[in-house]
C-alpha cells in the first residue's frame, strides 16, 4: 500500500485558516486521496476524499498536487472543535484502508 | 436517525473465552469495515465487506472472524480472545467502498475490549 506522511503536530490561532499537509509520494493513479479526523474520544469522522482535482465541502477544502505525491487539507477558519488528530489516507479499489498516526491539530483561543 | 451502532460499548473478558462485538448500520450501506486501534499504533483494519456475502482480510486479521448473511449486520468474533487483543474496536459502514467509488465512512461509538 502507498505511504502517506504528515507532520506529527501542528498548532494554530482560533479564527485563522490551517494548511495540513500530506505527502504520499508514491502514490498510484487509482489511489483515492481521503482525510479523517478523531476528535477526543470519539470515533473517526469523515472530513473530505478525491482522486485528482481540488474538493470543496462545508467542512475543508483539499487541495492536490498537479502531479499528485503532496495534498493539502485546509480549514479556513479553525473553531475549538476542530481539536483533533487529522488523518491522511491514500486507498485503492477494494484495497485496505490504512490509518497512520495522523497529525495533532491544536487550536489555540 | 442514520447510525452504526456496536454493542457491547465496553467488555471485560478472561483469555479464550469466545464472544461476539456486534455492528449494526441502518442506512442500507454496501461496505462496511472493523478497526481497532491500540496506543501508538492508530487505526488499523481488521476485516472489510464490499456486500453481503463479500469479506476481505484488512491488515491484521489474525486471531478474528467476520460474517456478512445480512447487509445491516457486521459482527467482529473473536473465537479464542488473548490478552493481545484489548483494544479499542470500531465498526465503520459506507454507501459503497472500493470498485466502483469510495465514498465516506460512518464510524460507530466503539468498543472498549479488555481481555485479562
Known amino acids: 500500500d502507498a505511504k502517506t506522511t504528515q507532520p506529527n503536530s501542528m498548532e494554530s490561532n482560533e479564527e485563522e485558516p490551517v494548511h495540513l499537509p500530506c505527502n504520499h509520494s508514491?502514490?498510484?493513479?487509482?489511489?483515492?486521496i481521503h482525510w479523517y479526523r478523531q476528535l477526543p474520544s470519539q470515533g473517526p469522522e469523515y472530513v473530505i476524499h478525491?482522486?485528482?482535482s481540488n474538493v470543496n465541502n462545508r467542512m475543508a477544502s483539499l487541495a492536490i498536487a498537479e502531479d499528485r505525491k503532496s495534498s493539502t487539507l485546509i480549514l479556513h477558519r479553525a473553531t475549538l472543535r476542530d481539536a483533533a488528530v487529522y488523518y491522511c489516507?491514500?486507498?485503492?479499489?477494494?484495497?485496505?484502508?490504512?490509518f497512520g498516526p495522523g497529525t495533532r491539530l491544536s487550536v489555540l483561543p | 436517525e442514520a447510525q452504526v451502532t456496536q454493542n457491547p460499548r465496553y467488555l471485560i473478558t478472561v483469555t479464550g473465552k469466545k464472544l461476539t462485538v456486534t455492528c449494526s448500520q441502518n442506512?442500507?450501506?454496501?461496505?462496511m469495515s472493523w478497526y481497532r486501534q491500540d496506543p501508538g499504533l492508530g487505526l488499523r483494519q481488521i476485516y472489510y465487506?464490499?456486500?453481503?456475502?463479500?469479506?476481505d482480510k484488512g491488515d491484521v486479521p489474525e486471531g478474528y472472524k467476520v460474517s456478512r448473511k445480512e447487509k445491516r449486520n457486521f459482527p467482529l468474533i473473536l473465537e479464542s480472545p488473548s490478552p493481545n487483543q484489548t483494544s479499542l474496536y470500531f465498526c465503520?459502514?459506507?454507501?459503497?467502498?472500493?470498485?466502483?467509488?469510495?465514498?465516506?465512512?460512518?464510524f460507530g461509538p466503539g468498543t472498549r475490549l479488555t481481555v485479562l
Open positions: 489516507i491514500l486507498s485503492d479499489y477494494g484495497q485496505n484502508f490504512v
Open positions: 478525491g482522486l485528482t
Open positions: 465487506s464490499m456486500n453481503v456475502e463479500v469479506t
Open positions: 508514491t502514490i498510484s493513479g487509482t489511489d483515492y
Open positions: 465503520a459502514s459506507s454507501p459503497k467502498g472500493g470498485r466502483i467509488l469510495w465514498d465516506e465512512q460512518f
Open positions: 442506512m442500507n450501506h454496501e461496505y
